[in-house]
């Protein structure tokens, strides 16, 4: 569809038409169901394979039962930034309960795992402060960076070699920030070896767990406990509400300096209305739930599917990730290609959006399959099955 308006500049014209010839336009999807295994589109039903509700949270009757509770109880809106008059008691609450549950002197929340990050890179490194990150770290990391105005330099994925290189050749310390399990490709980054190299530099050392945490690790503590890690060893922890806690929103996990430095000089915590307070209820709830036996229950069902799912898929001719968590891309490489795959999975009754560039480097568009503790084991046989059916076929 060609945009109608007569004053659309040439500039936005030529963009879009770009996008368009390299399959890369994007645009929503209407869900007119929650978000849950059985997603309806269109007044059809189709099997969803790409959220990130992980654990099966997001339409659980706790939540929505806390989120009305709370509603009724603290009202909608938060009504002002935390530092003006925002930081109601579930904030609180909340801010406490992850704390402790972490092991982290103190926690801060923010509205998004997106501001989370801006705010904690653009507070922590600057001019005479660089970054160094990991390649295929998310956008939000990449973009705190711009924001910090800081010296940004990039290790190849995953090689602690490659960082110690940019880390001796760095003139100043700075801030060394890798995601925990990334995003597009499911795999755990090698955090015990970055924290013993930034600690050996004296650098800052941060971690965005956003797809780790809820899913994996001692009581769902996530890549942090997993690797071992601890408030001393990885002093920054950035965790997301999006994804396995099944709301929105997103915290900061660190000591009482840093916590103390980041309420000063974090311009997105500072200057953005602070979330509902009703969705802090509703995350409260979910940590209670990822805290308890059936958060344990939720994480060994959504392990045995990542199990099923990899030994299934060996026996097709693709490109499986070395992944075990609950993102198990399948590399395609070609826009178009990845479209039609998709588009098949579709009429077998699946939806897994097709993730292209700039999503993902040039040539690895993806179907990005996540899969849930909400997926019934019928569920992963009909994935299964309809993939090795589009996988293996001539066309
Ligand atoms: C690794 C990572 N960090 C941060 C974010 C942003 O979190 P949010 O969706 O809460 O803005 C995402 C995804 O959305 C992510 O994958």
């Not at 925002?86 to 909340?94: A, D, F, R």
């Not at 994996?216 to 965790?239: A, D, Q, W, Y």
């Not at 939806?351 to 040539?363: D, N, S, Y």
Request: aromatic fraction near 6%; charge should be negative.
């Amino acid at each position: 569809m060609k945009p109608v308006s007569n004053n659309t500049p040439e500039w936005m014209l030529a963009s879009l038409q770009e996008r368009r010839q390299q399959d890369l336009m994007r645009r929503p999807v209407v869900l007119d169901s929650p978000q849950r295994p059985n997603a309806r589109i269109n007044g059809q039903e189709y099997k969803a394979f790409c959220s990130n509700d992980y654990l099966g949270l997001a339409n659980h009757p706790a939540l929505v039962d806390a989120m009305h509770e709370g509603a009724l109880q603290y009202g909608v809106g938060g009504g002002a930034s935390h530092l003006v008059c925002g930081h109601l008691k579930p904030h609180q609450q909340l801010e406490e309960a992850l704390a402790d549950w972490l092991g982290y002197d103190r926690v801060m929340l923010f509205s998004t795992g997106y501001m989370a990050n801006l705010g904690v890179l653009s507070a922590l490194a600057g001019k005479q402060r660089p970054i160094i990150q990991d390649k295929l770290n998310h956008a939000s990391l990449i973009d705190g960076a711009l924001l910090a105005q800081a010296p940004l330099r990039r290790y190849l994925h995953g090689d602690v070699a490659s960082a110690e290189k940019l880390l001796s050749k760095s003139p100043e310390a700075g801030l060394l920030v890798t995601d925990g399990v990334f995003s597009m490709d499911g795999d755990l980054a090698p955090l015990a070896d970055l924290s013993r190299l930034a600690s050996d530099h004296s650098w800052m050392f941060m971690v965005d767990d956003a797809h780790g945490l809820g899913c994996m690790g001692e009581n769902g503590k996530g890549s942090l406990s997993l690797t071992g890690l601890n408030s001393t060893s990885l002093p920054i922890l950035v965790g997301t509400f999006g994804k396995a806690f099944g709301t929105s929103g997103a915290f900061v996990a660190t000591s009482h300096d840093y916590a103390d430095y980041l309420t000063q000089f974090a311009r997105p915590y500072i200057y953005t209305t602070s979330m509902s307070p009703a969705m802090a209820c509703a995350t409260l709830a979910s940590l209670q739930i990822i805290q308890s036996d059936e958060g344990q229950e939720r994480r060994d069902k959504l392990a045995r599917h990542i199990q099923y799912f990899r030994r299934r898929m060996q026996a097709l001719p693709i490109r499986l990730m070395p992944s075990d968590t609950a993102i198990q891309p399948i590399i395609i490489g070609d826009n178009r290609l990845t479209l039609e795959i998709s588009e098949r999975l579709r009429q077998l009754g699946i939806w897994c959006t097709a993730i292209r560039p700039p999503t993902v480097p040039v040539g690895s568009a993806r179907l990005r399959i996540t899969l849930s503790a909400d997926h019934s084991d019928g569920d992963l046989v009909l994935l299964c099955d309809s993939l090795e059916q589009i996988l293996t076929s001539e066309e």
